[in-house]
C-alpha cells in the first residue's frame, strides 16, 4: 500500500515537473525486454529490467514488479527489492517460496523470475524503479506482455531398452521430435550418452536450430573421420549414426529437444524441451571371427519409395558347406522383429505386424538355399526406417531338435517412404482417455481428406501391438482373437468418424490404442487395392475400482451397555455397481473373522451368525450406498472389532475391494446399584442360637438372581463359612470342619434377605462376620454375567463366665493293704457349657515338695493312655457325667503317695478349631499301702476318719440332687451330644502323638 501511494506520488511529481522544469531531453530511462514474450506453461519466465540516467549510477536501486490483467485492469502487486510486504496474497506464498524472485544483476538492473508458469501468470508485467531523488526527469516505469502457451513438443524413441553390440559394429538409433506451437519456433536435438558413474550425460551431436551440425566434446575426430552423424529424414526423424562403436561409448543414449522462439527483440529464447526414453547399450570386447562364421547382406529393391508402393528387401546368408547347414533368418526394424523363417522354412510373424499378414500387407519367403525376402505392400510412413537382417545358424541333434547358435546381423538398410498427395489424415479425437475400471470405453478417430474406399483397424499396445477389431470398406466387422469374448464394437457413426466402444473395461485393457485408417482404390483390372494408410495412437488409463469406490465403517456408539442397540454404518462411496456386502466380526483371542451376513445384489442374505440379534437396512443415493447393520440388544458375545467388505461385479466377476476399517464395539456391563444394609454389634452368651442377617435393600434390575458369600475374619485372617450360588445351591468352606456344618445354616427369605444361623455359639464363634453379595444378570442371549460384588459386616461377640470349671479339692488320706484296691476320684461339682470337653490326667508324687509323676490321661478324644507304666493294674471310669475315676489294683508299698488329677476344658470355634478355654487341679489323696500281716498304722483317729467320711456323703448327695434337677429342667431342650467318656473302657496303648 505504501509503494501504491509513493507511486502515485511519483506520478504527480512528474507532473509538476513538467511545468516548471526547461524543455529539453528526459536524463531517466527504465527499459525491459520488450513483448509479447510466449513462454510455455510450466517452463520458467525472465524478465530483464534495467535504468539509466541516475545521477548517481553507483547507488543501488530499488525496483518493483507488478502485474495486469487484460480481462479486468486490475494492478497486482508481485515483489518489490526494497519492501518483503510489498505481494498481495494471489503472489504472497510463490514470493515467500522463493517461486518467484527479483535479484539485481548490477546496482541499477534486476532479473525478475517465475521458475514453474500457470495460466494466471499471463498478462502485463511493470518494472517499476523507486526514484532516490529529489526531482522527476524521466521514464521510471516500463511494461511487457507475457503469453502464456501451451507445450506442443513431442518426442519419442521407438527404440528397444536395452542393445548388445560388439566393438566395431555400427549403430543407428531414430528419434522423432515435432512441435504443433501455433508460433513459429525452431527445433534443435540433441544425442547425449550418459555413462555409468557420471553425474552429466556428453552431448554425443546436435542438429542446431539453424540445422547447423555440431559434435560433442570428445567426439570431435570421430565426426571429422565420418564416424558419427546426425540425419535429419522428414519432418519429425533424427537419425543418430556411430559407424564404429567404441567400447567407451557403452552407457544410456538419449536423445533431446529443445524448442526455441525468437522475441520480439530478435533474440531466440527455449521455450520447451524433453528427452526421449533412454535405450542401454551394452558393447562387447569384439571377439576373433572365424572361418566357420555367418555372412549376411540386406538389401532393397526400392529404397525411397511413396506411400502405397511396395517394399521387397532381400537377405542373402553365405557360409561354409551351406547346402549342408540350417539357418534361421529374421528382418527386424528399428530393433523390432517383423517376421521370422525357421530352419524348415516356417514363417512366424511378430506381434505386431501379424494383423498386416491378415490382411495381405506382408509376405516373407525363402526364395533360394541362401536367399530371403521380405515384401511389404502396401507401405505405410512409419514403415520407413532402419532394417536390418538377422541369421541364426541352426544345428540339428539325432532326436530332430535344433540348437540355435549366435545370432550375425547385417549392416543396415535405411527405407524411406514419404506420404502420397492424397491427403488423407487421421486424428484422434482424445490422445489421453480415462475411464474406470467396468465403464465403457469409447475412442473415436476423425478423419480427412478421403477419396476412396476406407477401412479401420484398432490395435492395443501392452506391451506389443495386437488386432482389437477391424472394420473393413464393405462394412465386415472382424474382432481379434484376443477380444472375441468381449463386449465391442466397431462402428463409422459418420463418413468422416470411426469409433471404437468396448464395454466393461479390465485393468489389462489400459495402454497405447492405434487407429490405421486405409484407403482403397479400384485398379485398373477391378480389383480393390490399398493406397494409403494413416495410423493414430491414443493412451487409455484405466482407473482401478478401488481408486474410485471407497468403503468405510463408523458408528455413533461403539461402547455400549448390555442390552442396548449399537447402529453400525458402512458406507460406499463411488459410481453405483451390483456388490455383495459381507459383514464380519473379529473376536477377541480368536484366530479368525466371524461372518455374520452377506448381502448379495438381487436383495438375497445369507445369514452366518445369529439372525435374532442383528437387522440390516440398505440406503442409497447417486454415488453413494449406506448399508447399516443394527445390533439388537448387545452382549459380550457381540463385542469384538467389525468390518465390512464389498464385491463389485466387473464381467459377470466378482472383484474384491480393500475392507473398510476395523471397527471395535465394546460392551460394558450396567452399572451396579445393589445396595445392603449394615449390621450393628451382636453380643450373646455361649451356648445361645445367633441370627446374622443381610438384606438387599436395592437391586440392578428386578430379575438379578444373587450369591451369597459368608465369612468369618480373624487377626489369622479370612475363612469362607458358605457359600449360595445364583440358583440357592449351599456349599460349605473348605476349611469349615464337619461338626460345625451340622450347627450353621443358611435360610433365604424374602427382600431378598440371607440369614446366617449359629447353634449353641462357642467362645470361638466370635469375630467380624461379612456377608458378600454378587448380583448375577442375564444378557439377551440368556448368558449369565456378574456385576461387582457388594458386603456388608456385622461384629459378633460371644460371652461367658471367667471360669465356668471347678472340681473337688478337698484332701484325703487312705490306708490300703496289698489286697485292697483303690480309686482316685476326679469329680467337677460346677457345670461347663454343653459344647465342652474335658480332659483328665492323674499325677502322682512320692511326698509333698517332691517331682510330681503323670500316671494316666483320659484324653478329649476319649483316647487313654498310660503314663508310668502299671498297666493293667489301673482302670478309667466314667461313671455319670462329670466324674472320673481312675482304680489301682493289687498296690505295692511302692504305690504310697500322693495323687491328683488336673481337668482341661476345650471348645470348637469356627476360626481356630480346638482352644483350651480352663485347667483346675484336684485335692490331694494320701495312700499308705502296707503288706497283709503287717501293722497299719492309724493315719488319723477314728473321730476324724468319720467326720471326713460323713462330709464326702453330704457332698455326693448334693451333686446327684443338681444333677437331677438339671435333667428335669432340659428336659424339653435338645438332646446334648454323647459324653467323649464310656463308662469303663479298658486300657489302650499309648498313641503315637497327643491330640
Known amino acids: 500500500m505504501r ?123 511493470e518494472c517499476f524503479v523507486i526514484n532516490p531523488e529529489q526531482t522527476y526527469d524521466g521514464t521510471y516505469s516500463v511494461k511487457t506482455t507475457v503469453k502464456v502457451i501451451v507445450n506442443s513438443l513431442i518426442i519419442s524413441s521407438p527404440v528397444s531398452a536395452s542393445l548388445s553390440h560388439d566393438e566395431g559394429d555400427s549403430l543407428t538409433l531414430t528419434c522423432q521430435a515435432s512441435s504443433n506451437t501455433v508460433q513459429h519456433t525452431h527445433l534443435s536435438v540433441t544425442w547425449y550418452l550418459h555413462k555409468d558413474g557420471e553425474d552429466n550425460a556428453r552431448p554425443i551431436i546436435s542438429l542446431e536450430r539453424d540445422l547447423t551440425l555440431s559434435p560433442g566434446q570428445g567426439f570431435e575426430g570421430r565426426y571429422q573421420a565420418g564416424l558419427i552423424g546426425l540425419d535429419k529424414v522428414g519432418e519429425a526423424t533424427y537419425r543418430l549414426k556411430m559407424a564404429q562403436l567404441e567400447l567407451s561409448d557403452q552407457g544410456k543414449i538419449y536423445c533431446q529437444a529443445q524448442e526455441w522462439i525468437q522475441d520480439p527483440d530478435r533474440s531466440w529464447y527455449s521455450i520447451a524441451q524433453k528427452s526421449a526414453d533412454a535405450t542401454t547399450l551394452n558393447v562387447k570386447a569384439k571377439e576373433v571371427v572365424d572361418k566357420g562364421s555367418l555372412v549376411v547382406r540386406v538389401s532393397a529393391q526400392q529404397a525411397t519409395l511413396q506411400e502405397g508402393q511396395e517394399l521387397s528387401l532381400s537377405c542373402s546368408v553365405d557360409a561354409q558347406n551351406l547346402a549342408e547347414r540350417f539357418f534361421s533368418v529374421a528382418w527386424l526394424r528399428e530393433n523390432v522383429e517383423i517376421t521370422r523363417i525357421g530352419p524348415t522354412g516356417v514363417v512366424s510373424v511378430g506381434p505386431e505386424y501379424s494383423g498386416r499378414e491378415k490382411e495381405g500387407e506382408l509376405r516373407a519367403t525363402r526364395t533360394g538355399n541362401k536367399d530371403h525376402r521380405l515384401i511389404l505392400r502396401p507401405v505405410r510412413t512409419q514403415d520407413q526406417g532402419e532394417y536390418v537382417c538377422r541369421a541364426w545358424p541352426q544345428d540339428r541333434g539325432a532326436d530332430g531338435a535344433f540348437t540355435q547358435g549366435a545370432a550375425q546381423d547385417s549392416s543396415s538398410q535405411l527405407v524411406t517412404i514419404s506420404p502420397t498427395e492424397s ?134 456408539n461403539t461402547l455400549a451397555t448390555v442390552g442396548e442397540e449399537v447402529e453400525l454404518l458402512c458406507r460406499l462411496r463411488g459410481p453405483r455397481l451390483p456388490m455383495t456386502l459381507t459383514w464380519s466380526l473379529q473376536r477377541e483371542n480368536a484366530s479368525s473373522p466371524d461372518n455374520i451376513l452377506t448381502l448379495y445384489p438381487n436383495g438375497n442374505i445369507n445369514w452366518s451368525g445369529d439372525q435374532r440379534r442383528y437387522q440390516v437396512k440398505t440406503e442409497s443415493s447417486q454415488n453413494e450406498v449406506y448399508q447399516t447393520l443394527l445390533i439388537m440388544g448387545a452382549s459380550h458375545r457381540e463385542a469384538g472389532r467389525y468390518q465390512c467388505e464389498v464385491s463389485v461385479i466387473l464381467e459377470s466377476r466378482y472383484k474384491k475391494l480393500p475392507p473398510s476399517n476395523l471397527l471395535a464395539v465394546m ?83 424374602e427382600g431378598p434377605s440371607f440369614e446366617l444361623t449359629i447353634r449353641q455359639a462357642w467362645i470361638g464363634d466370635s469375630g467380624l462376620y461379612m456377608c458378600k453379595v454378587v448380583e448375577w444378570l442375564q444378557d439377551p442371549r440368556g448368558q449369565w454375567y456378574e456385576l461387582p460384588p457388594a458386603s456388608t459386616t456385622t461384629e459378633l461377640h460371644i460371652i461367658e463366665p471367667e471360669n465356668n470349671l471347678t472340681i473337688v479339692k478337698d484332701d484325703v488320706m487312705m490306708n490300703v493293704t496289698g489286697s485292697q484296691e483303690f480309686a482316685i476320684p476326679c469329680h467337677i461339682t460346677t457345670q461347663s457349657s454343653q459344647s465342652s470337653v474335658f480332659q483328665v490326667t492323674w499325677f502322682w508324687q512320692k511326698e509333698s515338695g517332691i517331682e510330681q509323676h ?83 498304722e492309724p493315719v488319723c483317729t477314728q473321730g476324724i476318719m468319720v467326720g471326713v467320711l460323713t462330709g464326702v456323703i453330704i457332698c455326693l448327695l448334693v451333686v446327684v440332687f443338681l444333677l437331677a434337677l438339671k435333667v428335669f429342667q432340659g428336659s424339653g431342650a435338645k438332646k446334648p451330644d454323647d459324653s467323649l467318656w464310656a463308662e469303663e473302657h479298658p486300657l489302650k496303648p499309648k498313641p503315637s502323638a497327643e491330640d
Open 3 to 125: 509503494r501504491s501511494l509513493q507511486s502515485v506520488w511519483a506520478t504527480v511529481l512528474f507532473c509538476l515537473g513538467l511545468l516548471t522544469s526547461h524543455c529539453g531531453e528526459a536524463r531517466v530511462l527504465t527499459e525491459a525486454q520488450s513483448g509479447p514474450l510466449y513462454r510455455v506453461l510450466g517452463y520458467p519466465l525472465s524478465i530483464s529490467c534495467n535504468v539509466s540516467g541516475f545521477s548517481n549510477q553507483d547507488t543501488r536501486k530499488e525496483f518493483e514488479f507488478r502485474m495486469f490483467r487484460p480481462e479486468n485492469g486490475k494492478e497486482i502487486n508481485i515483489i518489490s527489492t526494497d519492501d518483503q510486504d510489498f505481494s498481495y496474497a494471489v503472489y504472497m506464498k510463490r514470493v515467500f517460496n522463493n517461486e518467484i524472485t527479483l535479484e539485481h544483476v548490477s546496482p541499477n538492473s534486476v532479473l525478475f523470475k517465475i521458475k514453474h508458469l500457470e495460466e494466471k501468470d499471463e498478462g502485463d508485467y
Open 423 to 556: 491427403g488423407l489424415s487421421v486424428e484422434m479425437e482424445k490422445k489421453d482417455v480415462s475411464v474406470n475400471e467396468g465403464d465403457r470405453l469409447k475412442l473415436t478417430c476423425k478423419v480427412g481428406g478421403v477419396k476412396g474406399q476406407l477401412s479401420v483397424t484398432w490395435e492395443h499396445k501392452s506391451p506389443l501391438f495386437s488386432n482389437v477389431i477391424s472394420l473393413s470398406q464393405e462394412g465386415v466387422m472382424e474382432v481379434g482373437e484376443e477380444f472375441r469374448q468381449r463386449s465391442i464394437m466397431a462402428m463409422r457413426p459418420a463418413a468422416d468418424t470411426f469409433s471404437l466402444e468396448l464395454n466393461e473395461v479390465r485393468q489389462a485393457d489400459a495402454g497405447v490404442y492405434q487407429c490405421t485408417v486405409s484407403e482403397w482404390t479400384i485398379t485398373s483390372n477391378g480389383k480393390v487395392q490399398k493406397t494409403n494408410s494413416q495410423s493414430q495412437t491414443g493412451t487409455v488409463s484405466v482407473v482401478l475400482t478401488e481408486s474410485f469406490l471407497k468403503v468405510s465403517l463408523r458408528s455413533r
Open 667 to 749: 460392551v460394558k456391563n450396567p452399572v451396579s446399584e445393589l445396595s445392603l444394609t449394615s449390621n450393628p454389634p451382636v453380643e450373646r452368651n455361649i451356648n445361645t442360637d445367633i441370627d446374622i442377617k443381610c438384606s438387599v435393600i436395592k437391586a440392578t434390575s428386578p430379575l438379578s438372581r444373587f450369591a451369597v458369600t459368608w465369612l468369618v475374619q480373624h487377626q489369622a485372617g479370612s475363612k469362607t463359612i458358605l457359600s449360595s450360588n445364583r440358583d440357592a445351591v449351599v456349599t460349605f468352606g473348605a476349611q469349615v470342619e464337619l461338626s460345625h456344618g451340622q450347627r450353621i445354616s443358611m435360610k433365604r427369605s
Open 854 to 936: 503323670p500316671i494316666f490321661t483320659a484324653h478329649r478324644n476319649s483316647t487313654l493312655q498310660d503314663r508310668d507304666g502299671r498297666g493293667e493294674r489301673l482302670r478309667f471310669g466314667h461313671p455319670v457325667p462329670n466324674h472320673f475315676n481312675l482304680t489301682v489294683f493289687k498296690p505295692v508299698p511302692a504305690d504310697s503317695g500322693l495323687y491328683f488329677c488336673e481337668v482341661e476344658e476345650w471348645l470348637l470355634s469356627l476360626s481356630q478349631g480346638w482352644r483350651k478355654v480352663a485347667a483346675e487341679k484336684s485335692g490331694k489323696l494320701t495312700v499308705s499301702v502296707y503288706i497283709e500281716g503287717g501293722d497299719v
